[in-house]
């Protein structure tokens, strides 16, 4: 994210906030997990590959977290020569339909809600027990309200994208009160080329 704490301008527009050295070390990152989890809006507004760019064989399993099934036809992850990709779906709400459109390669799974530790548990069962959830602000707000994370790690670049309807990290959590509000702890702080990487225990 920017120092002023975006992760994308009101249009959407984020590539790139962070430089190469820290896309690199996300890479890396990738590489410590089972499996790297995405909601459907990630997919559709980013096109991630989410791989460690061959640092792990085979890479993590790619997860498509969605409550309705309307994805892209294209997307990278679809392509399973590259990875294995995983869609799972809230079964109350989306539109199975669409799962005509999905290519053969892709597994697919559906579970009864969009609470997100339903798919940690999915996961789990399947030997997926350690999780990068790399996902926008509806979804990572609601896996740390549900307790799914552990721990964060935040990419610092020094820029300025300013804007009040600019993208955050997170979404509304309806703290009112400063004793409600989610404490970090255990700060590792880490100097790259020009961005700060920052570990914390939630």
């Keep these: 994210m920017s120092i002023d704490g975006r992760i994308g301008l009101k249009n959407g527009k984020s590539q790139w906030i962070t430089d190469i050295y820290s896309r690199s070390m996300v890479h890396s990152i990738r590489a410590e997990f089972d499996a790297i ?9 980013d096109n991630p ?11 993590p399993l790619r997860v498509v977290f969605t409550r309705t099934l309307n994805l892209p036809l294209e997307r990278n992850l679809w392509n399973c020569d590259v990875a294995k990709t995983l869609i799972v779906y809230v079964e ?15 597994e697919l799974a559906k579970i009864p809600s969009d609470n997100p530790q339903l798919l940690s548990k999915l996961l789990g069962e399947r030997g997926f027990n350690k999780i990068l959830w790399e996902c926008g602000p509806d979804l990572a707000t609601s896996a740390i309200k549900n307790g ?7 990419f610092i670049a020094p820029k300025i994208l300013g804007g009040v309807n600019s ?13 409600e509000v989610k ?10 080329d020009k961005d700060i990487c920052i570990k914390n225990i939630l």
């Design 37 to 45: 989890i995405v909601g459907g809006n990630t997919l559709r507004k």
């Design 49 to 59: 590959l989410l791989t460690s760019r061959s640092r792990k064989s085979p890479e």
């Design 92 to 106: 109350s709400s989306a539109n199975e339909k669409n799962l005509d459109k999905i290519p053969r390669c892709i």
């Design 148 to 154: 799914c994370i552990q721990e964060t790690i935040t």
């Design 167 to 179: 993208m955050t990290p997170f979404a509304d959590f309806h703290f009112e009160d400063m004793d």
């Design 183 to 192: 404490i970090l702890s255990k700060s590792t702080i880490q100097l790259l």
